[in-house]
């Protein structure tokens, strides 16, 4: 098997070390030598002609002469620069290599002998005083290099003692699982005698899926960019324990993140991250207990209470007694059993209080837990589970929810044979209700309370379902679906949030530009089986988009695009499209504050006609659907030619919608519509927030459209043709 190349050519094993390089040749001797020899080949060269020529010339014996002597005198110089200079400099600059090389242990560095070195001295000068200033720099190095690693102990020591001194157990991991750091405490609280071993996986000792869990929670936090404003930021409490089930851990897991460079523009990864444990066992035990001994208290005083209020009404029935001793028995009788009941209630009540505000909780978005059942059920090729809905917030234990939803997928699947599942969060008046949608029939109450003592797989301290849903104050039952024939669902109630996000404070529009333009928004007839479609059968995508501006003939454009896709009447919160947009042109600063969306969120971003091609994808075979559609339809239509798509099918838009069925009066933003409708408003104010609440919307017209007669998708583009025509010959007069 080969293996990929690691560097350049150069570094591969068995390439050649490259060849020393030559060193440098000493070019004035060999000028000295050409002149000389040029010189003295002159010479001989005139004396070679004299010769020759037989006669005596005073002339040229005199260059021969002077030739000669500048020879000899040529020679002689070049002898005494090499000696006296060239030399010199060469041994100079041996020894200024050796200085380079020592080190600086006295007062100052290595010397040079002046006087040695003649004409060359202040070279020689230049050189000791460079010694000198290399040999004080060292010195500093030395000396900081010394105090920082003394600060560095220092800052050990400290670390060392506040982590000996915690009474809680801390360990250091990266997203392995590997130990990086623990202190003594949680040798203690682990009770491991031995180390827990640096660099070995803290999965030996603990048990893997609550910390897995947790992580993965705060990964999609992160991830999501919600940790910037959460409650909680980067941290979340878990309940886990030992492998050998001995120890049940209360703990805290702190994500350590890196931050990308500065132009990338996205998120901070998670390195690793900090737990802090403390030793719960005693304290869930004796909740254990408590429970145990509420239970009998409370849940065992109702079969004795039955039998008090049938003897009272035995009594109250038999005729032996005296009519005053009759009346004084049953009223004695009916006070005390009336007393009883009310104080079971109470002691029920106040039980059910303590089991739930002693377990660990927290906030959680619906969208998040429901993810997080898709992924533990997802292993499990039998069953599939299907994100609808609008989200929402809900207050309780993340791990223990996920835990009993996987369970009950699994109990509801092995009896109905099911494989299909929806799973929701809808808001009521106190509670926030999970529904577990399956084609079939409702399960039998007596079956329902039988899987209530059923244990959790993965649950710790064997938790069943019953406790799971007394520590969360909340019942489970099963119905069949409203308005869904053939459909049914388990209903569990959760509390909502007690601090739910604040609400986002981007401005928005009140309401962006009607456009009622005739081209864009009055749509021929659809001839054909789709056209004569019931509304309430259709596939559709709710779209809606973010823009630099108002005006796309003068230049704004999309900076974000997102849908989600309804079908058989359901939100498919899981199947969304959702792209930033470079728009090539800077974002106004007027318009961030309407849609949050900044210069360096799109800087790496891809530009709308790569973006395009995908959404028509996405859409394809829909019906399309946005509130104030004709405002987003002008965005698109004009980039068809770039991104080389058309988005030619049937459009329906909310607002004129919303018009056809309220009137011209009153408010027809998004928001008002949804306000008058009763619709929950969560994750407003971005293109996937609003897509969802238009589609929460857009359901709700259907029916209501369907009241009125309009049954087609024919049906809606006429009626929604008639208000645009008498839209554009209002503004033509």
């Known amino acids: 098997m080969s293996l990929p190349a690691t560097g350049t050519a150069s570094s591969a094993p068995n390439a050649a070390p490259p060849a020393p390089s030559p060193p440098p040749r000493r070019m004035a001797p060999l000028v000295f030598r050409l002149v000389g020899g040029g010189l003295v080949a002159l010479s001989i060269g005139l004396t070679t002609v004299v010769r020759d020529s037989g006669a005596a010339d005073p002339l040229l014996t005199y260059a021969i002469v002077m030739t000669g002597a500048i020879a000899a005198g040529v020679w002689g110089l070049w002898l005494a620069v090499d000696r006296w200079l060239l030399r010199a400099a060469e041994t100079l600059s041996r020894e ?15 010397r040079v002998p002046l006087a040695r070195y003649g004409d060359l001295q202040p070279i020689a000068r230049a050189v000791n ?7 004080q720099m060292r010195r500093d190095v030395a000396r900081t290099v010394a105090d920082s690693t003394a600060k560095a102990e220092e800052q050990k020591g400290r670390l060392a003692a506040v982590l000996r001194d915690l009474h809680e157990g801390v360990i250091v991991c990266n997203t392995r699982h590997q130990v990086l750091l623990y202190n003594q405490t949680a040798l203690d609280i682990l009770h491991l005698t031995g180390d827990l071993g640096l660099g070995r996986s803290l999965l030996h000792v603990l048990v893997a899926e609550p910390v897995a869990h947790t992580l993965e929670r705060l990964t999609l936090r992160v991830r999501e960019g ?44 998670i390195t690793g991250y900090v737990l802090t444990l403390s030793d719960a066992t005693r304290e869930l035990a004796a909740l254990g207990q408590r429970d145990a001994l509420l239970r009998e208290a409370t849940e065992g005083f109702r079969a004795p209470i039955a039998n008090l209020r049938a003897a009272v009404e035995t009594l109250y029935d038999n005729p032996d007694l005296g009519p005053a001793d009759r009346a004084a028995f049953e009223s004695a009788m009916m006070e005390s ?13 106040a039980y059910r209080s303590v089991v739930a505000g002693s377990w660990p909780m927290s906030d959680i978005h619906s969208n998040n837990l429901i993810t997080l059942v898709r992924h533990r059920v997802g292993a499990d090729a039998a069953t599939g589970v299907t994100l609808t809905g609008l989200p929402q917030w809900v207050h309780g234990d993340s791990y223990t929810l996920v835990v009993l939803f996987g369970h009950l997928i699994g109990s509801v699947h092995a009896l109905t044979g099911a494989t299909a599942f929806d799973l929701s969060a809808e808001s009521g008046d106190r509670w926030v209700y999970l529904d577990l949608v399956w084609p079939g029939s409702p399960i039998p109450s007596a079956t329902l309370d039988g899987w209530l003592d059923q244990p959790l797989p993965g649950g710790l301290g064997g938790l069943t379902v019953g406790d799971v849903l007394q520590h969360h104050r909340s019942t489970v039952w099963c119905e069949p679906v409203p308005d869904r024939a053939g ?38 007839l659809v001839t054909s089986e789709l056209g004569r479609t019931p ?58 504050p309407f849609h949050g969306i900044t210069d360096g969120m799109v800087a790496d971003k ?23 559609a004709a405002f987003d339809l002008k965005f698109l239509k004009m980039k068809e030619r770039a991104s080389g798509v058309r988005f030619d099918g049937p459009v329906l838009d909310t607002m004129l919608l919303s018009r056809m069925l309220l009137g011209n009066d009153g408010d027809h933003t998004l928001d008002g519509i949804a306000e008058r409708l009763g619709i929950a408003v969560v994750d407003r104010h971005t ?34 043709n008639i208000l645009v025509e008498l839209a554009a010959r209002e503004r033509a007069f």
């Open 606 to 628: 891809p530009t709308v006609d790569k973006v395009l091609p995908g959404f028509r994808a996405f859409v394809s075979g829909a019906v399309m659907v946005a509130h104030n």
């Open 337 to 349: 059993t009336e007393a009883l009941s009310q104080r079971l209630e109470t002691v029920t009540s």
């Open 96 to 110: 200024a290599g050796l200085i380079a090389h020592g080190n600086a242990e006295g007062a100052v560095g290595g």
């Open 687 to 720: 293109a996937l927030g609003d897509s969802l609440v238009t589609a929460a919307v857009f359901l709700r017209m259907v029916e209501m459209l369907r009241d009125r007669n309009i049954t087609t998708l024919d049906d809606a583009i006429r009626g929604a």
């Open 129 to 135: 005083d460079l010694s000198d200033k290399l040999a």
């Open 226 to 269: 919600r940790h910037v404003d959460h409650e909680h930021g980067t941290t979340a409490q878990f309940i886990g324990s030992t492998t050998d089930g001995r120890i049940l851990l209360a703990g805290r897991m702190s994500a350590i993140l890196a931050d990308p460079p500065a132009d990338a523009g996205e998120p901070p990864t």
């Open 535 to 592: 509304l309430d059968r259709l596939h559709y995508v709710v779209f809606d988009t973010e823009t630099t501006g108002l005006s796309p003939s003068t230049g704004d454009e999309i900076i974000q695009i997102a849908a989600v896709r309804v079908v058989g009447g359901r939100i498919l919160t899981g199947e969304t499209f959702n792209a930033l947009v470079n728009p090539q042109r800077p974002i106004p600063a007027e318009s961030i």
């Open 487 to 524: 459909f049914a669902r388990l209903r569990v109630p959760l509390p909502p949030a007690q601090s739910p996000p604040a609400a986002h404070t981007l401005l928005k529009p009140s309401a962006r530009p009607e456009f009622f333009d005739f081209g864009l928004l009055h749509q021929p």
